[in-house]
């Protein structure tokens, strides 16, 4: 089992920056591919971000491309979620993961456990 808690979410204008953390806890935080999803109000929860174990392997969903870094510290058992030049359309519970990386699913990344989501709205 792994456990997951999530930080940093709150409200910011567009254009502004916020950094997402996810503190892992349980089995070894290095033999895990992490992710990052969101589901916005009456939508179906989308692929974000993901990272390789090794933090080597990448990457992103097209809407965030060039906007949003997903980085790790195996040491400190954290993934995070840089998250620049933020839209409106942004707006969603953003949840992290703890999975398996493989290139047969979307974003390489297939999710098995999930953290509780935190809140990141994005005003105009």
């Known amino acids: 089992q792994v456990q997951l808690v999530e930080s940093g979410g709150g409200l910011v204008q567009a254009g502004g920056s916020l950094r997402l953390s996810c503190a892992a806890s349980g089995r070894t935080f290095s033999d895990y591919a992490m992710g990052w999803f969101r589901q916005a109000p009456g939508k179906e929860r989308e692929f974000v971000s993901a990272i390789h174990w090794s933090g080597g392997i990448r990457t992103y969903a097209d809407s965030v491309k060039g906007r949003f870094t997903i980085s790790r510290d195996n040491a400190k058992n954290t993934v995070y979620l840089q998250m620049n030049s933020l839209k409106p359309e942004d707006t969603a519970v953003y949840y992290c993961?703890?999975?398996?990386?493989?290139?047969?699913?979307?974003?390489?990344?297939?999710?098995?456990?999930w953290g509780q989501g935190t809140q990141v709205t994005v005003s105009s």
């Open positions: 993961a703890a999975g398996a990386f493989d290139r047969r699913v979307v974003g390489y990344f297939d999710p098995g456990y």
